[in-house]
């Protein structure tokens, strides 16, 4: 069965940091173009990076650049995004998925959420003082 887990959320003051997990079962994750999106209540989900399979190259927000990493280990079949310095507008549900129509990430991925799937559960994370 294909399944993504995300995992790493919770309750942060800003200006700190969490590192979220997403595991995948089912499916080599380096196989694919991994991107991390995020849903705040009463928006539109939103791309936030993406990591391209093979070349391991990345697209991120601009909202974000600077501030927040994605990264792959082929051996744990996981991919992560490392957020530092984070503000109360990066609160949402955090879901990561796999793009079925590419392997690298185009810097536009964010509005091309149809062509990723195997949408995990999401993990929440929450920014407030």
């Known amino acids: 069965q294909l399944q993504f887990v995300e995992s790493g959320g919770g309750l942060v003051q800003p200006g700190g940091s969490l590192r979220l997990s997403c595991a995948a079962s089912g499916l080599t994750l380096d196989d694919y173009a991994i991107g991390w999106f995020r849903q705040a209540p009463g928006k539109e989900r939103e791309g936030v990076s993406c990591?391209?399979?093979?070349?391991?190259?990345?697209y991120s927000r601009d909202s974000v650049k600077g501030r927040f990493t994605i990264s792959r280990d082929n051996a744990k079949n996981t991919v992560y995004l490392q957020m530092f310095d984070l503000k109360p507008e990066d609160a949402g549900r955090y879901y990561c998925?796999?793009?079925?129509?590419?392997?690298?990430?185009?810097?536009?991925?964010?509005?091309?959420?149809?062509?990723?799937?195997?949408w995990g559960q999401g993990t929440q994370v929450t920014v407030s003082s």
């Open positions: 990591i391209s399979a093979s070349d391991g190259s990345t």
């Open positions: 998925a796999a793009n079925l129509m590419r392997r690298r990430c185009v810097s536009t991925f964010g509005g091309l959420q149809y062509e990723f799937d195997y």
